[in-house]
């Protein structure tokens, strides 16, 4: 059975987190990604990383992918990246809006190589010309800070960053959203489109339900809104991450937790009050927790009552749930042998494929070229006067 993108060609030219990972995702439903780098390829090739032989988010991000590598300074690298835009579906590229004229390779300059072709362009702040951020350089971190996600992280103390690239990722995803959008539009109407996204959009997007400001409030109206005993506590061993916002979940916790006299109280009858009263409520919480280790109570209130044993990424490799849907998967690595790694992001019920793993620097160079028609002289060219690797 045929993937949903088997046939479409992506020419992945973004380095880094937000961008590979967007192409990542059109891999996992069968686009066939060909990762062009440049000379020494992504930087994040050459970021530190505690695996000797390679980087560990360049293997996690570029999944699904073969690697060319491809000089775009150099006029044949150009020629020869404007031969594979005439066969291609999709560019994705996460340069600074002014770097693509530069370059050659902007949209307006390749729809006329390719009319139906999909553009999408990852920034940091968007393209919009009276944009003062515009060619400001853009990282997860930098938009945390500035979309006030660090702000919110650090509450009433020292605003905090987030670990975990979060913004990146989900970038990843609104990049992988939009090219699938663009293509049932050009499914439906022939036509291609330049799509646009961008880290501050995301980081934005991802706070839609904070981000809203009625007329008659200030604008520094409080936005976060929750039961705020809920959270994550201290037990016996371990740290228990709980959330009991319904009246049964509430009920549950309290009967767990030894103080049933609540469930008779008035003053604790809704969400509402419960959060106003948090400080009476927390410190009975700590208390009651102390009875048991946290795998415990995840065993005991399981379905019960939403809580969570916390864990660290590594005890994900073997936890029963993940390897029942499959999220881990084993590849074999050139230099140092077998690794695992994630599986797909998405099931597929028609055409579901294994994924493959992140390639070698100009691994499939050759095979790439002749697969959209270059001569072994030609190739031997590109390699000789340094336009290809």
């Not at 693509?100 to 300059?109: F, H, N, V, W």
């Not at 009875?291 to 209130?301: G, I, K, P, S, V």
């Amino acid at each position: 059975m045929a993937e949903a993108l088997q046939g479409i060609i992506v020419l992945d030219l973004t380095q880094y987190l937000a961008g590979p990972y967007g192409c990542a995702l059109l891999g996992d439903v069968g686009a066939n990604v060909i990762k062009i780098e440049p000379p020494g390829g992504d930087m994040t090739r050459q970021y530190p990383s505690s695996l000797a032989e390679d980087n560990r988010t360049f293997l996690g991000a570029n999944r699904n992918k073969r690697s060319i590598v491809l000089n775009l300074k150099h006029t044949e690298g150009l020629a020869a990246f404007y031969r594979l835009v005439e066969q291609a579906d999709v560019v994705v590229h996460n340069f600074r809006p002014s770097v693509p004229r530069r370059l050659g390779i902007d949209y307006e300059t390749l729809r006329n190589r390719r009319p139906n072709l999909i553009y999408c362009s990852l920034t940091g702040y968007g393209e919009s010309e009276d944009g003062p951020l515009r060619d400001h350089p853009g990282y997860d971190t930098m938009l945390q800070c500035f979309t006030g996600l660090a702000a919110m992280q650090g509450g009433e103390g020292a605003p905090q960053m987030m670990s975990g690239s979060i913004i990146d990722y989900y970038s990843s995803s609104t990049v992988a959203i939009a090219t699938l959008a663009a293509l049932f539009h050009r499914l439906r109407t022939g036509e291609g489109q330049h799509v646009r996204a961008s880290l501050m959009r995301s980081a934005i997007a991802m706070q839609a339900g904070q981000f809203i400001w009625a007329h008659n409030e200030p604008r520094d109206v409080e936005r976060w809104w929750g039961a705020s005993y809920s959270g994550i506590y201290t037990t016996k061993q371990g740290y228990l991450y709980l959330q009991a916002t319904t009246p049964v979940f509430w009920k549950n916790l309290c009967e767990f937790l030894g103080f049933p006299q609540l469930l008779e109280d008035p003053r604790f009858d809704t969400l509402t009050k419960r959060a106003a009263l948090r400080d009476e409520i927390k410190p009975l919480i700590k208390e009651g927790l102390k009875q048991h280790t946290a795998r415990e109570w995840e065993e005991l209130m399981l379905g019960k009552v939403p809580c969570i044993a916390v864990r660290s990424i590594d005890e994900m490799f073997d936890h029963p749930q993940v390897l029942a849907e499959g999220l881990v998967v084993e590849h074999e690595h050139p230099k140092f042998g077998k690794y695992r790694a994630m599986g797909k992001a998405v099931q597929m019920g028609v055409g579901d494929r294994p994924t493959t793993r992140a390639p070698l620097l100009g691994e499939h160079t050759d095979e790439i070229l002749a697969s959209f028609g270059f001569k072994k002289e030609e190739i031997s060219a590109l390699r000789s006067k340094g336009a290809a690797e």
